[in-house]
């Protein structure tokens, strides 16, 4: 393996890591489904919004821009 390799499995291991660390503590939050789900109702407005947004952009890029490239 060269250095380079090593480097990007090294940061995937990372990630997975803190990734499990992540999931572990906030599942000790998490009391039932409507906490999984909605964040126990606590977001914000902000969130909230910012969430819907992602959302949007996710769907507008996965069709819409396919669309347009193809023709």
């Known amino acids: 393996m ?3 390799q090593i480097g990007s499995v090294t940061a995937i291991g990372v990630y997975l ?3 499990l660390i992540v ?3 906030s599942s000790r939050n998490t009391n039932d489904v409507g906490d999984f789900y909605l964040g126990g ?3 914000g407005p902000f969130v909230t919004a910012m969430s819907a947004e992602a959302s949007d952009m996710s769907s507008y ?3 819409g821009v ?3 490239t193809s023709s």
């Open 66 to 68: 396919r669309g347009k």
């Open 61 to 63: 890029l996965l069709m």
């Open 17 to 19: 890591v803190i990734m």
């Open 23 to 25: 999931g572990f503590l």
């Open 2 to 4: 060269t250095t380079a």
């Open 41 to 43: 109702r606590k977001l």
